[in-house]
């Protein structure tokens, strides 16, 4: 391993809510590794978001921690939501804290891989042979389109009846970035983007198509593209999913088709995400890593979460946000050897494997970067 210490890398921490406070524990002992075994030293600040921080300040995300945020070279977020906070106004929801943050940060890429671990090949709902080996990446935008889009709102008419309006908006620029993001990260995999879109219905569909290909056209002519319909992605995404490396697609369908895919590999508890911004010209990029899963109220404070999720983000922010793909390979083989040694949260569990709590798969994975590093 090299030697890497010494530029300290500030990462804000931000738990959330649910199973985020338990899954981040673990994760924070996989990142206390690294500085114990001194192979890189990181500044952890904590905040609140969500839930945690409207029971303590009476919003999802203070400017206080917006800003450190923003100041930060990364963020891991946990997960936040939850029936308590349910019946808030919209602008008070849990949520808003995370929607913040990604617009403010203008964390405009989200990348949420689809692997399959050779273990889990059979936790799949769908038959091991059509997910094992599976490594796909769907790129997600984030700032735009529906979420952010305006008009927006519930506005009642004259006979008294309410209507209520979102607006699928995005412009070229918009779209060119991420396609963009998505031709990169094709150029050190397989090569193919599929850009995902409802063209058929939508003009705003139209215009990612047409953007793409000229993206393609003139800076990624080694990258092959192909379109597809959002309604047949995610019926290709369960009959075929290996058919696909990277796919492109808006903020909304990104959402349901990431699920989707998430599914493929045996658990919601297995996926991360990374959620970039504009590379600056030092390189340097602003950056949030989640575990695609939400904050699981159901199951929260009784120890069985899977961390693995939110412990491969941290692995995600080795790669994507200090350089480091060595030290992320070694926690991204970590999990693959908890995984083959039959280690399973609930989620995952299967007839011939035993059960962990979180706290457990946590040690496994300790155990396992202890003997590698
Ligand atoms: C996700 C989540 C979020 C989203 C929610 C929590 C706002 O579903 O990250 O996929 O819809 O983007
Ligand atoms: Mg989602």
Known sequence: MPQTRGSNRKVLVLAGDGIGPEIMRQ???????????HIASFEVTEGLVGGAALDEHGVPLTD????????????????VGGAKW?????????????????KEMDLFANLRPAVVFDALAD?????????????????????????FGAPRGVETLPDGSRRGVNTEVYTEAEIERVVRVACDLARKRRARVCEVDKANVMESGGLWRDVAQRV???????????????????????????????IVTSNLFGDLLSDCAAML???LGMLPSASLGQAGTD???????????????????????????????????LRYSFDMAEEAALVEDAVRRALALGVRTGDIIQSNTGRVSTRGMGDTVLRELEKAA
């Open 64 to 79: 206080e921690t917006m800003a450190a945020a923003v100041a930060s070279d990364a963020v891991l977020f946990g997960a």
């Open 123 to 147: 936790a799949s709902s769908l038959k091991p042979e059509l997910v094992a080996g599976l490594d796909l990446m769907i790129v997600r935008e984030l700032t735009g389109g529906i979420y």
């Open 216 to 246: 393609r056209d003139a800076d990624f002519r080694d990258v092959e593209l192909s379109f597809m319909y959002a309604d047949n992605c995610a019926m290709q995404l369960v009959r075929s999913p290996k058919q696909f490396d990277v």
């Open 283 to 317: 390189g340097r990029r602003r950056a949030l890593y989640e575990p695609v899963h939400g904050s699981a109220p159901d199951i929260a404070g009784k120890d069985v979460a899977n961390p693995l999720a939110c412990i491969l983000s941290f692995a995600m922010m």
């Open 265 to 267: 590999t045996g658990s």
């Open 27 to 37: 994760t924070l002992r996989v990142i206390e590794f690294f500085d114990h075994r």
């Open 86 to 102: 349910d019946s808030l106004p919209f602008e008070l929801r849990p949520e808003r804290g995370i929607l913040r943050l990604r």
